[in-house]
């Protein structure tokens, strides 16, 4: 599985992005797939995850409430809308594919480029 990140950029405080995966293979669908985050200076911090079925998903702590993760298996697609951007959400977004819904980045097996997103006050 191939992935790309896409719609990352420069919002102020309060604004909303949404981001795109788009993913190559005939078996994305079986895939669970994750996004996760990196900032300068710190590990790679879970976001979001869900099943292949989509029926399944998990967000961090820091972005429940806020954040949704969707995806459309015709499409191969996976997004994360990301509404009520704080300051401290500025990081370079990845997504992941893996064969379960997992937090810990080891358990994706594939990942993408990744795409910035940076928040400014």
């Known amino acids: 599985v191939q992935l790309v990140e896409s719609g990352g950029g420069l919002v102020q405080t309060g604004g909303s992005l949404r981001l795109s995966c788009a993913a190559s293979g005939h078996t994305f669908s079986t895939y669970s797939m994750g996004w996760f985050r990196q900032a300068p200076g710190k590990e790679r911090e879970f976001v979001a995850a869900?099943?292949?079925?989509?029926?399944?998903?998990y967000y961090g702590d820091s972005v429940e409430g806020r954040f949704t993760i969707s995806r459309v298996n015709a499409k191969n697609m996976v997004y994360l809308q990301m509404n009520s951007l704080k300051t401290e959400d500025t990081a370079v977004y990845y997504c992941?594919?893996?064969?379960?819904?997992?937090?810990?980045?080891?358990?994706?097996?594939?990942w993408g480029q990744g795409t910035q997103v940076t928040v400014s006050s």
């Open positions: 869900i099943s292949w079925s989509g029926g399944i998903y």
């Open positions: 992941a594919a893996g064969p379960n819904v997992r937090v810990s980045p080891v358990e994706y097996g594939y």
